[in-house]
């Protein structure tokens, strides 16, 4: 893997975008709806609903919002939702992947094209960016959660199944095949780690820098794309400087 830190880069503006739309119990039900129409209702033989509903756990969702989320994908009703992706690029040429649930796909495609005409960047054709980033899976272990040196966590994680790891002064990433990711979560559970994040993602393979008379532009392109509702996430392969 590249020296690329996506829990450094984006954790603290996640966890701001989450506080402030104050909508992410909706977003996780989208997505446990979509888990249940791929793999069946049952997360003991479908790992990504598992993850889902993990997910929905550690953000405090209530139980009968997520059984009904499983009900609406299982055909109980509800409307129907489409996964969408839409490629583009930002100011400064800089790539950008965003993946959307939307029960009307018109009114979503208008949306996100307004986002980056607005912004400065353009939409892209089905595959203009995407062969830019690799998906993965993607475990967090936080280093505050967790006493452990580098060497047995590394020795840990690949015992585990997984493909990689880097340490930072935060924390733990490890890296897996998509298909490994809840084989190597599960086992890393088990051996008593607590793991802060555990979820399927794209990380760039290199990261374009965004001008500094751009910086401004570009983060508000990115926030508008998150403050949609029929956004599930935002991927970059952007490089902004720290202040």
Known sequence: MSGHSKWHNIQGRKNAQDA???????????????????????????????????????????????????????????????????????????????????????????????????????????????????????????????????????????????DDIQSSDDAFEIYTDPKALAEVRDALEKAGYKLATAELTMIPENETPVPEAKISQYQGLIDELEDNDDVSEVYEAAEIPEE
Request: neutral net charge; without cysteine; aromatic residues 6%.
């Open 20 to 162: 402030k739309r104050g909508k992410i119990f909706q977003r996780i039900s989208r997505e446990i709806y979509m888990a249940v129409k791929a793999g069946g209702p049952d997360p003991s033989g479908n790992p990504q609903l598992r993850l889902m509903m993990d997910k929905a756990r550690a953000a405090n969702m209530p139980k009968d919002n997520i059984k009904r989320a499983v009900d609406k994908g299982a055909g109980v009703g509800g409307a129907a939702y489409e996964e969408i992706t839409y490629e583009g690029y930002g100011p400064g040429g800089t790539a950008i992947i965003v993946e959307t649930l939307t029960d009307n796909k018109n009114r979503t495609a208008a949306a996100i094209r307004s986002a980056f005409t607005h912004h400065g960047g353009s939409l892209g054709a089905s595959g203009s960016v995407s062969y830019m980033f690799d998906r993965k899976g993607y475990i967090v272990i936080s280093r505050e959660d967790n006493d452990t040196d580098e060497d047995t966590m590394m020795m840990d994680a690949l015992d585990a199944g997984a």
